[in-house]
């Protein structure tokens, strides 16, 4: 595809169930980024893979947050024992290595009832 | 490490009307700087960025930033707004690759054209 795509575009769970988020970047974009965004919100940085070096996870807010990416492909955002705080869009983003231009897909809006 | 501070969290303004939405950062390291638009319900639009050379960066639909390195600003601005530029704004700093590269954005600011 043409842009960065994000599955599912809506997701409702119960709480205490476990969600995965996927995020398939541009091709050849090294880095990829999640964030999360709140309700009237910003753009809470989470989590920044860049080509094989360790990922920065610097941003997770909680040990129940973890992501995976496999090389420069998809990446997937798990969250465990899901809380009604945890409802937000998670925004995914890719670019190329070296020029910094971030290029966002359409969202996950999770709401955990 | 950076972050970013945008000053103003909602800027109601009249059509036709110039308008500035305000952008602090700070970093110890040099860095890039963007200006991303959200439209209602869509996801981000990068609108301009600030990687090197002429400290003007114009962007898209009419929009333009200056970046200011001794303020350690790099404030967004339009001379004449539509109703269609309402919308939320985000300002956001990154560092070289070989220092992490890191996209970090502002809380966002809300603006909101009116007839």
């Known amino acids: 595809g043409a842009g960065v795509s994000q599955s599912p575009s809506n997701k409702v769970t119960e709480k205490g169930k476990d969600v995965e988020l996927r995020c398939d970047p541009i091709?050849?974009?090294?880095?990829l980024y999640w964030y999360r965004q709140r309700l009237g919100q910003g753009l809470e940085f989470l989590i920044y893979?860049?080509?094989?070096?360790?990922?920065?996870k610097s941003g997770l807010p909680s040990d129940r947050f973890s992501a995976e990416r496999t090389g420069e492909s998809v990446s997937t955002l798990t969250i465990q024992r899901t809380q009604q705080e945890d409802s937000a869009v998670y925004l995914c983003a890719s670019s190329l290595y070296g020029i910094p231009e971030a290029f966002f897909g359409q969202g996950t809006r999770l709401t955990v009832v | 490490a950076q972050s970013v501070t945008q000053l103003d969290s909602q800027v109601p303004v009249f059509e036709e009307a110039p308008v500035e939405l305000r952008c602090n950062y700070s970093?110890?390291?040099?860095?890039?700087l963007f200006w991303y638009v959200q439209y209602p319900n869509q996801g981000l639009q990068l609108l301009l960025k600030y990687l090197s050379g002429s400290t003007l960066v114009k962007g898209i639909n009419g929009f333009e930033a200056e970046f200011n390195k001794s303020q350690t600003s790099f404030h967004l601005r339009k001379p004449s707004v539509h109703i269609s530029d309402t919308a939320e704004y985000f300002c956001a700093v990154s560092g070289p690759y070989n220092q992490g590269g890191k996209l970090i954005f502002g809380q966002g600011t809300e603006l909101s054209v009116k007839p």
């Open positions: 091709s050849g974009h090294t880095a």
């Open positions: 970093s110890s390291v040099s860095v890039y």
């Open positions: 893979f860049q080509g094989n070096s360790a990922p920065d």
